[in-house]
C-alpha cells in the first residue's frame, strides 16, 4: 500500500485548475489553525496586559493664583486642570458627550470592532496618522493610561485595556474620568477647566445646551471654538442637541427651545498674554516668595494649589492709574514705583513695579533698588533716640557742615538754606542735613546701618557705615523701605512683609500659611517721638502735599513721614504712613532704557515734568502717596498716633525775677481761632510768646479767615502754631488779608502769596537773620489789600561784612557741594534733600 505525501500537489486525477486547489480538509484545517493561533495570541496578550498605574499627568491640575477679594489672577501654567466629582454633575453633562461621541457607551464591552478596523486599516495606510480609539473607554484608557497611542500594537494593547476596564469599573467611573481628563481646547483639561474657560462658571452649572456645545468641539477643540469657527461650532451644537433628544437624554421639546433660545452666550477667547499689564508683577513676585519657601517649580504649576495673595486688585489699580496719569510731559525714561503696606500684618496691599510684565519684567517695586535719600535721617534720628537723646537737643543747622570732605565744607542744605540754632524736630520737618551728618557723626554711623536692618531693610543691602549713610547713599529697595517705615507705623513691631496670605489644596486643606508674628524690635519711648518728629514733616516741612489726606467727615489724618532727593535728583521719594498703612512712592530715571532690547540700566537727574522746577520728594511723589491714600483709606476711621508728650524745657532764670518777668513753660493755645480774622490770630498768638507760621489753603470761607489750626491746649513756650488761612472769594470788606510770612524763606512766602492772588516783590537788605529769610512785608501782615496787589518782601542778605584792608583770597564756590564723609569714605551721593 502507498503511503499518502504529505505535499500531494499537484493532485492526481484533477483538472488543470483543480489539480493545484487545496481540498476542504487543507481549507478546514488551515482555518481552525488559524483560529487557535489567533486565540492563543489574544490569550497571550491578554493574560500578559496589566492595566498600568495611573499616569503622574493626569492628577496633574494648574495652581491658581487669587488676589486678596477671591478673584482669580492667573496660573504659572497653560494647563487647566480641575478634577470635578461626576456624581455632582448634572446627568445630561456626561451624556451629551456620550450622545455625540459614543452612542453605544452605556451598553458596549469598551470596544468598537468597527472603529477598531477603520483605525488599523487607517494605521496600515498612513502610518504617520493618529487615529484614535473610537469608544470613550478607549479614549479614556489612552488618556488616562497609556497617553496617545498610534502603532498597530498600541492600539490593540489599548483594545485590550478598554475590555479589561469595562469589566472591573463602573462605567459611570470609566465617563467620569474621561470628562476629567479630556481636551476641550483653550489650555482647558476637563469639563471643570472647559466650563470656566468658554462659559466662566463651574460645571455644576451648565445648561444642557451649554453641554452640547462643550461636547461638539471635542474631535477638535481648536478649529471649532466658537471664537474661531462660530459656524462650524453652531452646526455641531445642533447635532449634539438632535443626538441628544435621538437617544433620550433630552426631550424633543427641550431641543427645539434650546434652539430658539439660540446658541448659548460664551466667553470669547482671550487673545493677550496671561501675565499682562498687573498680573504679571504679581505672579512673579507669589513665585519667588513661595519658592523661598520650600516649594517647587512642579509643585507651583500642576500641583493644583490655590495661592490667595495678600494684594488688593481696587489698590493695585489705583496705583496703576496713578501712574498712567502722570504729566505727558514726564519722560519716558521715568519709573515709579508705589508700596503699600498694612504695619499689623506685614501684607502687601498693592506695589506698583510697572507698566506691563510682558513688556518690562523687572519690577521697579522688588527687584530694583536705588539710592534712599534722606528716607533714611529717621533711622539716625531712631538710634539717637535710643541713645538717649531728645527731640528738644539744639544742633548748628547752618550750611555748610562742619565736616570737610575734598578740601570743602560738608555737607551743605537743600538750597544752600541756613537755619541757624535748632531742635531735632525742625531739623526733621526741613530735611537739615548739616544737622544730620552731625547727629549721626556723635551716635556713630553702624548705628543707622544696625536701625536700618532692624527697621526692615534686608540684611543683603550694603550700608556703608560712614557719615553720610544718613543722607541716604545706599541702594535700597522700594518694598524694603515700606516695610521699615511699617515698622515703625506698628509702634516698632517688624511683620516680615509678605504677598501670600495662604495656599490650599483643592480640598480645601492648608498647605502653607505666611509667618506673621509681630516681633517687638523698638520701644515705644522711642518710636512714639520719632513719629512726632516725622509729623512735623508734613505739618511744616517738606511733606505738606499730605495734608490734603482726610478721613470720612473731611477731617484731617494725622500723617508721619519723609520726603527724600538723592544727591543730582537722580531719585525721589515720598514715605509715609497711618497708624493703618505704610506706603512709599518712588520715581528714577533711567539712563539706559530700551524695553525691546530688554535694556534697563543707569541713572540720571530726573527731568522735571508738570511744571515742578526740579523733581523732589516733596513734588509728584508726596501727591501721588496722597492720592493714593486716599482711596486706600476711604471709609477708614481716622485713628490717631500714640499721643508724644514734648520733654519738659528747662529753664536758668535770671537772680531773683520777679514772678510777673519769668517765663512760662506752657502755653493754653486760644480755642476761638477758627473763624477769626488771620490778623488778629496772629496778634493772639504773638501776645502769648508763640511763634507763627501760616499756610493758604484752598475754602470757601472768606479771603484771611483761619480755618485750620495746628496745635490745640497746651504747648511749650515759644512753640510754632501754624494757621491754615482760607483763599477764598472774600465777603466785606473787599481784599486779601496779608499773611504773616516773616521767618520763612523767601520762595516759601512767595509761592503763599502767588496762591493768595497776589503779586511780589523783593527787597534785599542786611540783617542778622539767616540768608534768604523774609524780615518784613509791606503792606504788614494783616492789612487787607486788594486781589493782584503787590506785596514787597524784605528778604535778609545777612549780617553786614566790613572788607579787611588786604581782602582775602577768593574762596572756592561749588555748584554741587557733595555729601561725602571726612575720612569716612563713601560721600558725595544721596541726601540733597528739600527743605
Not at 471643570?192 to 462643550?214: C, G, H, I, N, R
Not at 495661592?307 to 481696587?314: A, D, G, R
Not at 499730605?546 to 527724600?564: I, Y
Request: hydrophobic share 35%.
Amino acid at each position: 500500500m502507498r503511503m499518502r505525501r504529505f505535499w500531494n500537489y499537484p493532485r492526481r486525477g484533477k483538472g488543470v485548475v483543480q489539480r493545484w486547489l487545496p481540498s476542504w480538509r487543507v481549507v478546514v484545517g488551515c482555518l481552525l489553525a488559524g483560529i487557535a493561533l489567533g486565540g492563543g495570541v489574544f490569550f497571550a496578550a491578554w493574560t500578559s496586559t496589566e492595566i498600568p498605574d495611573d499616569l503622574d499627568e493626569v492628577q496633574n491640575q494648574a495652581t491658581t493664583v487669587y488676589y486678596g477679594n477671591g478673584k482669580e489672577v492667573g496660573s504659572f501654567s497653560e494647563m487647566q486642570r480641575e478634577i470635578v466629582d461626576f456624581e455632582t454633575l448634572p446627568d445630561y453633562v456626561g451624556n451629551a458627550v456620550v450622545a455625540s461621541e459614543n452612542a453605544t457607551f452605556w451598553d458596549d464591552p469598551g470596544i468598537d470592532v468597527k472603529g477598531l478596523f477603520r483605525a488599523v486599516v487607517n494605521n496600515v495606510r498612513n502610518p504617520s496618522a493618529r487615529q484614535g480609539g473610537s469608544t470613550l473607554t478607549q479614549q479614556y484608557v489612552e488618556r488616562y493610561y497609556l497617553g496617545s497611542t498610534t502603532d498597530l500594537v498600541g492600539k490593540a494593547r489599548e483594545a485590550i485595556i478598554a475590555l479589561k476596564i469595562t469589566q472591573t469599573q463602573e462605567k459611570e467611573m470609566i465617563l467620569g474620568r474621561y470628562l476629567n481628563t479630556i481636551y476641550f481646547g483653550r489650555g482647558a483639561y476637563g469639563i471643570q477647566a472647559a466650563a470656566k474657560a468658554y462659559f466662566a462658571k463651574d460645571a455644576v452649572d451648565l445648561t444642557y445646551s451649554e453641554a452640547a456645545m462643550l461636547s461638539g468641539i471635542i474631535p477638535s477643540p481648536v478649529r471649532y471654538d466658537p471664537s474661531v469657527g462660530p459656524e462650524v461650532s453652531q452646526d455641531r451644537w445642533e447635532r449634539s442637541l438632535n443626538r441628544m433628544a435621538e437617544q433620550g437624554y433630552i426631550t424633543a421639546d427641550e431641543a427645539a427651545s434650546a434652539k430658539a433660545d439660540g446658541f448659548p452666550d460664551f466667553v470669547e477667547k482671550e487673545t493677550t498674554n496671561s501675565l499682562g499689564g498687573q498680573r504679571g508683577y504679581i505672579m512673579a513676585a507669589v513665585k519667588k516668595e513661595l519658592k523661598t519657601n520650600g516649594f517647587s517649580d512642579e509643585e507651583l504649576e500642576s500641583g493644583g494649589l490655590r495661592i490667595y495673595t495678600t494684594i488688593k486688585p481696587k489698590l493695585q489699580r489705583e496705583a496703576a492709574k496713578i501712574v498712567k496719569n502722570m504729566p505727558d510731559d514726564a519722560n519716558r525714561k521715568i519709573r515709579p514705583s508705589i508700596v503699600s503696606i498694612d504695619p499689623e500684618t506685614g501684607a502687601v496691599v498693592a506695589a506698583y513695579g510697572g507698566p506691563d510684565y510682558t513688556k518690562q519684567y523687572l519690577s521697579m517695586a522688588t527687584d530694583d533698588a536705588v539710592q534712599a535719600g534722606s528716607t533714611f535721617k529717621p533711622f539716625t534720628l531712631i538710634g539717637a533716640l535710643e541713645a538717649g537723646y531728645t527731640l528738644d537737643e539744639t544742633f548748628d543747622g547752618n550750611s555748610p557742615g562742619q565736616f570737610v570732605e575734598d578740601g570743602k565744607p560738608w555737607p551743605t542744605n537743600f538750597g544752600q538754606q541756613s537755619f541757624g540754632q535748632i531742635d531735632l524736630v525742625k531739623a526733621t520737618a526741613n530735611s537739615v542735613n548739616t544737622v544730620y551728618a552731625t547727629l549721626n557723626d556723635e551716635i556713630g554711623p553702624e548705628k543707622t546701618v544696625e536701625v536700618a536692618h532692624r527697621l526692615g531693610i534686608r540684611e543683603d543691602t550694603v550700608i556703608p557705615d560712614v557719615t553720610s549713610n544718613v543722607l541716604g547713599v545706599a541702594d535700597v529697595y522700594p518694598i524694603d523701605m515700606a516695610s521699615a517705615y511699617a515698622t515703625i507705623a506698628s509702634g516698632g513691631y517688624y511683620v516680615k512683609p509678605h504677598f501670600v496670605a495662604k495656599v490650599e489644596h483643592l480640598d480645601g486643606s492648608l498647605r502653607y500659611e505666611p509667618e506673621m508674628t509681630a516681633e517687638r524690635r523698638f520701644t515705644a519711648d522711642v518710636i512714639t517721638p520719632a513719629t512726632y518728629a516725622m509729623t512735623q514733616v508734613v505739618e511744616q516741612g517738606s511733606g505738606r502735599a499730605a495734608l490734603e489726606l482726610t478721613g470720612p467727615d473731611g477731617q484731617r489724618r494725622p500723617v508721619a513721614g519723609k520726603t527724600g532727593t538723592a544727591n543730582d535728583n537722580k531719585t525721589a521719594w515720598f514715605a509715609g504712613f497711618t497708624p493703618q498703612l505704610a506706603t512709599v512712592v518712588n520715581v528714577r530715571q533711567y539712563r539706559d532704557f530700551d524695553l525691546e532690547e530688554g535694556v534697563i540700566g543707569g541713572q540720571d537727574p530726573i527731568d522735571t515734568f508738570g511744571g515742578y522746577p526740579e523733581i523732589t520728594g516733596s513734588t509728584w511723589p508726596a501727591e501721588a502717596w496722597t492720592d493714593f491714600m486716599q482711596v486706600a483709606l476711604d471709609g477708614k476711621e481716622v485713628v490717631e498716633f500714640p499721643e508724644y508728650t514734648p520733654p519738659r524745657p528747662s529753664f536758668s532764670p535770671s537772680p531773683s525775677p520777679s514772678p510777673s518777668e519769668s517765663t512760662p513753660e506752657w502755653v493754653e493755645v486760644p480755642g476761638n481761632l477758627v473763624g477769626m480774622d488771620v490778623a488778629r490770630a496772629t496778634k493772639a498768638l504773638q501776645d502769648l510768646g508763640l511763634t507763627v507760621s501760616t499756610q493758604a489753603q484752598d475754602d470757601e470761607s472768606r479771603k484771611g479767615t483761619v480755618v485750620n489750626v495746628s496745635n490745640s491746649g497746651k504747648v511749650p513756650a515759644g512753640s510754632t502754631i501754624t494757621l491754615w488761612v482760607s483763599t477764598g472769594e472774600s465777603d466785606e470788606p473787599e481784599g486779601v488779608a496779608v499773611p504773616n510770612v516773616a521767618g520763612q524763606p523767601a520762595a516759601a512766602a512767595e509761592n503763599q502769596l502767588r496762591r493768595l492772588g497776589l503779586q511780589v516783590s523783593t527787597v534785599e537788605e542786611y540783617s542778622d537773620q539767616p540768608v534768604g529769610v523774609v524780615i518784613w512785608t509791606d503792606p504788614g501782615a494783616g492789612n487787607t489789600v486788594e486781589d493782584g496787589s503787590t506785596v514787597t518782601l524784605g528778604v535778609s542778605r545777612g549780617p553786614e561784612i566790613t572788607l579787611p584792608t588786604e581782602p582775602d583770597p577768593e574762596p572756592s564756590t561749588s555748584e554741587d557741594p557733595g555729601n561725602g564723609n571726612p575720612g569716612g569714605g563713601g560721600g558725595g551721593g544721596g541726601g540733597g534733600d528739600e527743605g
